[in-house]
C-alpha cells in the first residue's frame, strides 16, 4: 500500500490520539476533555502503567490498521490455494474482536454456540493466524465443539534485523507456511497437493535468496494484490 499524505496524516493523527488516550489512562483521574484547566485534583495519586513504552508501542500499531500482517498473510495464503487447487473450498473468518471466541456466558461479546458452529465449522481443520501467542486462543476457546481441530499459529518470538515479510516466515505465519499447513491437515487432497507444496518450499528458498542479495522482500510480496484488485 502506498502512503499518500492524506494516509500519513491520517496515521499521524491516529498516532498523536492514541498517545493522549494512552498518558490520560496512565495519569488522569478525571477532566480527560480538558474541558477545565488542569489541576492536582484531576491526576491519580497512584499512576498505573509505565509510559516509557507507550509511544513507541503506539507507533507500530498505527503501522499496522495500513495492512494487519496476520490478515494480509491469511488473504495471500487462500488466494494461493484457490489457483493451485481450485475445487478447495476455504472459509476466512477476520476476528476483530477476540471476546467474540468466549462463549456467550463467559463474556458479554461471546458468541452462543450455534453461532460459533456456524462460522468455524463442528468438524473441519481450522488455522487461526493471530499475531499473539497461541495460547490466548486456545485459551478462549477450549470450551468450543471444535476445538481439537483448532490449529493455531502465533508469535514464537522468532525474530532479527531483517525484512517485513521475513519476519512472518521465522514465526510460520506467512503465506506460503500457512498454505502448505492448510494442506497438511487435508490429506484427503493426496497427491492432488504435491506441486503444491514443492512449489511453496520452493517461494521459500527464492525470498531467503532474494532478502539476502537485496536486503528487501521481494516485489511479489511488496506489491501483492488480491487477484483482480487494482490500486490506483
Not at 452462543?112 to 493471530?130: H, N
Amino acid at each position: 500500500m502506498s502512503l499518500t499524505p492524506d494516509l500519513l496524516d491520517r496515521m499521524d493523527a491516529y498516532w498523536r490520539a492514541a498517545n493522549y488516550l494512552s498518558v490520560g489512562q496512565i495519569y488522569l483521574l478525571d477532566n480527560p476533555l480538558l474541558r477545565v484547566p488542569l489541576r492536582p485534583a484531576h491526576i491519580k495519586p497512584r499512576l498505573l502503567g509505565h509510559w516509557g513504552t507507550t509511544p513507541g508501542q503506539n507507533f507500530v500499531y498505527v503501522h499496522a490498521a495500513a495492512g494487519d500482517v496476520p490478515t494480509l498473510e491469511i488473504l495471500a495464503a487462500v488466494a494461493i490455494l484457490n489457483e493451485q487447487l481450485p475445487s478447495l473450498r476455504i472459509r476466512v473468518v477476520n476476528v476483530v474482536d477476540l471476546m467474540k471466541l468466549q462463549p456467550v456466558t463467559e463474556h458479554p461479546h461471546g458468541l452462543s454456540d450455534v453461532d460459533f458452529d456456524q462460522l468455524f465449522t463442528k468438524d473441519k481443520p481450522i488455522i487461526f493466524a493471530y499475531h499473539g501467542y497461541a495460547w490466548l486462543i486456545h485459551r478462549l476457546t477450549y470450551r468450543r465443539t471444535n476445538h481439537s481441530n483448532l490449529h493455531v499459529r502465533g508469535d514464537k518470538e522468532e525474530g532479527t534485523i531483517t525484512t517485513p515479510f521475513d519476519m512472518a516466515v521465522l514465526n510460520d505465519l506467512d503465506r506460503f507456511h500457512l498454505a502448505a499447513d492448510a494442506i497438511d491437515r487435508l490429506p484427503a487432497l493426496g497427491s492432488r497437493a504435491a506441486y503444491c507444496k514443492q512449489m511453496l518450499a520452493d517461494l521459500l528458498i527464492e525470498h531467503r535468496q532474494y532478502i539476502r542479495r537485496h536486503g528487501e522482500d521481494m516485489p511479489s510480496i511488496r506489491r501483492w494484490r488480491w487477484p483482480g484488485v487494482t490500486v490506483a
